[in-house]
């Protein structure tokens, strides 16, 4: 996974979770305050390709004192903790012990939101949840992420699919070169016109028939 020195420089404002302010905290002290992160690339920044499937459902909870003690790592509870996730999340794998390299997209996919969501964050930030992944797999994650919201959890989807975006949101955020230009209730704006802010073409939602001829004569400029 990524170093924290990867990410980017803070250059104004405050991040709080729950009420703690996190904004010059390490990632570790992140977490602990609430937050749970599935990131874009899932084999460069979320899991460990040769690690067991059991091993990386563990990744971020090696701390936790009902698996590791003194130092020494708890077996037996590990093994019934990973059992319970790979069941609830339903992770097609052949063993605890089967490397994740060998597993298909949407069973490492469903393997990273088991581990995210095992410790009941307070915040889920999901980058591109479905990329790359079957139709099957694609429908349970976005369960998962209603679920999850109606939980109480604050989930926080980043995606370049428009439909996805439209179809599990209760708002959307339209960001431009790094910048939001727009709040979007997706039960009254068309794909055209959230496309047409992506582009920085617009900064406000417009009807259809605005959308549409605002397309034909919009300059070419790539999408954000």
């Known amino acids: 996974m990524r170093s924290p020195r990867s990410r980017r420089r803070l250059t104004g404002g405050r991040v709080e979770i729950a ?82 390299r060998n597993l298909s997209g949407g069973n490492l996919q469903k393997l990273i939101m088991a581990r995210e969501l095992s410790g009941s964050p307070a915040v889920l930030l999901v980058a591109q949840p479905t990329r790359g992944i079957d139709v099957a797999a694609s429908a349970y994650i976005h369960q998962r992420l209603i679920s999850q919201r109606a939980g109480g959890t604050a989930v926080i989807v980043i995606s370049e699919d428009l439909d996805e975006v439209m179809s599990i ?23 055209e016109a959230i496309g047409l802010m992506m582009a920085g073409v617009a900064a406000e939602p417009v009807p259809q028939a605005e959308a549409n001829l605002a397309h034909q004569s919009a300059p070419d400029r790539p999408p954000a």
């Open 169 to 191: 949101s209760d708002r959307i955020l339209v960001m431009y070169e790094g910048v939001i230009i727009s709040e979007v209730d997706p039960r009254a704006a068309s794909r």
């Open 19 to 100: 009420g703690a302010d996190v904004t010059r905290s390490r990632p570790r002290a992140i977490r602990e305050a609430g937050l749970a992160y599935v990131p874009e690339e899932r084999m460069r920044d979320a899991l460990i390709g040769d690690f067991t499937v059991a091993e990386n459902l563990l990744l971020v909870a090696t701390a936790d004192p009902r698996y590791a003690r003194w130092g020494f790592l708890r077996n037996r509870a590990i093994r019934r903790h990973c059992r319970q996730l790979v069941a609830e999340f339903d992770v097609r794998t052949p063993s605890l012990d089967t490397p994740a």
